[in-house]
């Protein structure tokens, strides 16, 4: 564009009238303009100048006697180099309104009437000048913009050639490293797949197809991501990456865009990589798995030993026997994470379970140790429940059963049940020969972790004290419980929302509280911990279809879910407590992974080992918020 300094245009005027003293005071009128003014007299002398000069306006009178303005005016419309030169009439005569049309048909512009106002008759010259500079001005402006564009066209005809050619490199490069290469057209939404592509994807992909065509293909969660990696691609020197999961003939592959967004003349394109990285990606799961799960274990065995170490204190007589107690129970544990290490951790069989657990009594003892049962495999879960059973057991007969007098049996069995709703585990424990059996009068520590470990075993318990011996039967669904237990629900457990401080909120009343909790001693520390402050617990449950019924049918006043129910998760169940706006809080022995809904993701949590005060203040702040909202429904209800 010209620079704003640039000097003014010089423009020619042409004043047409028969009249030289008019002339000459047009002359005077529209000095300052910086334009040159031509004067003519006569219609041949304005035609004359017109052939010659460039003009930018023309001031006519409209009464001349060789000619009239207008048909002068017409005569210079005619000819193609003048038809869109300004005209403006003067006219000492009043004009009709068929005199106006007349002349504005023949190509004026204006009309200034006589007598003239110098300043009107300046003003209106010097706007057609000025429309007269610009219009040269755009001339030019287009001039140049044309040779640009031709110039811009030859160089993207060379960018072309060149882009062809390293397109051919790159589908050399791209076959060599197992990479498939795409194209994007942003305009027409097609997509152009490398001649790989399809061993790459592992399934059929033409060379050409639509976009949605491709997103069919796409899996359903990561379709939208799909889209808007496309439609906010940056057009810049950047690379952006994407990965993206879709249906093969292998079942699911994951896939790694890496793409670059160019535009080639109005076209934009997407150029780009794709890379099947399925083998990577299941590498990574089961790294970050093994990282929650081992988060997750030790933080469960911490809090199993904090609940015996406090549950087996309750009972005890003296330091020795409580020392006794608990050293006997977590070896219990640890002979089953023995077995389980043993297997990686992928299930244990009972056979050997059972024996590890009866091995040190039988070496002290010549008492009959009768074991009998099918070969079933029990998932890790089942089989550390099941030792914690078999080593109340064993110890109680130790202590108190057939095994504490010579000449007392006990015998152990099981067996794989087939009926119409699945195959189901039937184990015994039947004692005979020992001193007289009664029932109890208080359940001590040993009957209540039989009862709540069987009950997390996913079965039913039934303890039968006869006066022939004591006898222990457990019959659960087996199918579900000795299926190796697959990719638990993992995800992010973010900072609860701010709770009340504890100081400032009164002392918890007395509440119903639903425990849902998967891990036997743990469930019962909690359930004694709440009893003892002066609530009544519901549950505990350790299966997810247990916590459903209970948190659907059950009346409760507040909730403690823990995350991880085996194989499920408790999401479910905390949607319904949403739903009723019964206040819960999550349980839970991983640091940073679960995989919750986003809007139950703010909820308080609590993380095992416990803390008895953090339990507390925890219910406290729960019983808090469960008055709070039964005082606002009764005032919604009563207004």
Known sequence: MPAENAPIEPVNILLVDDQPGKLLTYEAILDG????????????????????????????????????????????????????????????????????????????????????????????????????????????????????????????????????????????????????TFEYDATTQM????????????????????????????????????????????YADSIAELEYRVTSARGISWILARGRAINIGETQRVLGTVL?????????????????????????????????????????????????????????????????????????????????????????????????????????????????????????????????????????????????????IAFSWQERGGPHCSKPARNGFGLAVIRSAASECGGTAEMTFSPEGFQFDF???????????????????????????AANIPAARSCRILLVEDEALIAMQLKLDLETEGHTVVGPYAQLSEGLRAATETNFDIALLDINLGADNSAPIAEILDRRMIPFAFTTGYNDLVFLPPRLREYPHLKKPYNPGDVTDLIKMLAFRADEQHAASTSNQVA
């Open 475 to 501: 019959q659960g669904e087996l199918s579900s419980r000795t299926q190796l237990v697959g990719t638990r629900h993992i995800a992010i457990v973010p900072k609860a929302r701010t709770p009340l401080p």
């Open 33 to 180: 303009l910086d334009a040159t003014l031509i004067k003519a007299t006569t219609a041949e002398e304005a035609l004359t100048a017109l052939l010659k000069t460039d003009i930018a306006v023309i001031l006519m009178d409209v009464c001349m006697p060789d000619l009239d303005g207008f048909e002068l005016a017409a005569m210079i419309r005619d000819h193609p180099r003048h038809e869109k030169t300004a005209v403006i009439f003067i006219s000492a005569v009043r004009l009709e309104t068929d005199d106006l049309l007349k002349g504005y048909r023949t190509g004026a512009v204006d009309y200034v009437s006589v007598p003239v106002v110098p300043e009107i008759l300046k003003a209106k010259v010097q706007i057609f000048v000025e429309l007269y500079r610009k219009t040269r001005q755009l001339d030019a402006l287009n001039a140049e913009l044309e040779e640009r564009v031709k110039q811009r066209a030859e160089q993207l005809e060379a960018s072309h050639a060149a882009l062809q050619e390293s397109s051919e490199r790159l589908r050399l490069a791209s076959e060599a490293a197992k990479l498939a």
């Open 191 to 234: 997509l152009r797949w490398s001649a790989n592509t399809s061993d790459v994807l592992h399934r059929d992909v033409p060379e050409q197809q639509s976009f949605e065509d491709f997103m069919s293909v796409v899996h359903d969660d990561d379709r939208e991501m799909v889209r808007n990696y496309v439609r906010t691609a940056n």
């Open 276 to 424: 099947d990285i399925t083998e990577r990606k299941s590498a990574e799961s089961h790294q970050q798995l093994l990282m929650a799960e081992l988060d997750h274990r030790v933080k469960n065995i911490l809090a199993n030993v904090a609940a015996i170490a406090r549950l087996s204190s309750a009972n005890a007589v003296s330091v020795a026997s409580f020392a006794s107690a608990l050293d006997g129970r977590i070896h219990a544990m640890s002979s089953a994470h023995d077995l389980l290490r043993q297997s990686s951790w992928t299930g244990v069989d009972l056979h050997e379970l059972v024996q590890g657990a009866l091995a040190p009594f039988r070496s002290r003892s010549t008492n009959d140790i009768i074991v009998d049962g099918d070969r079933i495999r029990l998932t890790s879960k089942f089989g550390q429940s099941m030792a914690l059973v078999l080593h109340e057991l064993v110890t109680n007969a130790v202590k108190h059963g057939a095994l504490s007098t010579a000449g007392g049996k006990v015998n152990v069995g099981w067996s794989r049940i087939t009926t119409p709703e699945g195959d189901k």
